[in-house]
C-alpha cells in the first residue's frame, strides 16, 4: 500500500520542493524499505526505543542525514564507535546546560572526524 498509494505523492512533494524531511513517531519499521525510496530525502527522525534507533543509523546510513530521539542519555560512544564512518547525523544531546551540550557535540564530532 506504502509504494501504491503514498509514494507516488510524497515523491511528488519531494520533487517540487526539491527534498522532504520525514518525522516518524510510529513502530513502522515495516515501513523503512519505503522510506528509503523517497526521492531526495534530506533527514528522517525517528523517536523510537534505542534499540531501535540503532538499528536505523546503518540502515539509512547512505540515503540521508539523520536525527534520532534517544530515550535514554546520548550514548556518546555509541555515536563515536558504532554508527557507520560516511553516516551524517545531527545531534540533539539531552543535556543540563547548554555547556554540556555543546561539550559532547564537540567530542562525537572531533572523534568521528578522526
Known amino acids: 500500500l506504502f509504494a501504491e498509494f503514498f509514494l507516488p505523492e510524497v515523491n511528488y ?10 518525522h516518524c513517531c510510529a513502530h513502522a519499521r515495516h515501513q523503512w524499505q519505503g522510506l528509503n525510496q523517497i526521492t531526495h530525502l534530506k533527514l528522517i527522525n525517528l523517536v523510537q526505543p534505542d534499540t531501535v534507533i540503532k538499528k536505523a543509523y546503518p540502515y539509512f546510513a547512505e540515503t540521508c ?24 547525523i545531527v545531534l540533539n544531546p539531552p543535556a543540563r546546560s547548554r555547556y554540556e551540550a555543546e561539550t559532547t557535540c564537540e567530542t562525537v564530532n572531533q572523534a568521528r572526524s578522526g
Do not use: A, F
Not at 13 to 22: F, I, P, T, W
Not at 66 to 86: A, C, G, R
Open 13 to 22: 512533494l519531494s520533487k517540487r520542493y526539491d527534498g522532504l524531511g520525514v
Open 65 to 88: 542525514c539523520q536525527m534520532h530521539q534517544w530515550h535514554d542519555t546520548l550514548p556518546v560512544d555509541y555515536l563515536i564507535n558504532h554508527i557507520p564512518e560516511k553516516t551524517h
